[in-house]
């Protein structure tokens, strides 16, 4: 049982020490991987990367507002 103690401990310690700062930063992905997108384009923006426990929401914003959609992902329609 202590062997199992152990790294569940060392796990929660280390997890509780980290803070946003220390995570990686994430990266938007388009698809499709155009290198050009037209003003017809539909696409798909995708947020990848590490985020903190207390917070695994994404926010996306357009022209300077918040968008209402908070996952990783956010389709655009032609």
Known sequence: MWQLLLPTAL?????????TED???AVVFLEPQW???????SVTL?????YSPEDN???WF??????SSQASSYFIDA
């Not at 290198?35 to 384009?41: I, M, N």
């Not at 995708?46 to 590490?50: F, L, P, R, T, V």
Request: with cysteine; aromatic share 4%.
């Open 46 to 50: 995708k947020c990848q990367g590490a």
């Open 57 to 59: 929401s994404t926010q």
């Open 11 to 19: 796990l929660l310690l280390v997890s509780a020490g980290m803070r």
């Open 35 to 41: 290198y050009r997108v037209l003003e017809k384009d």
């Open 62 to 67: 357009h022209n300077e507002s918040l968008i």
């Open 23 to 25: 995570l990686p930063k």
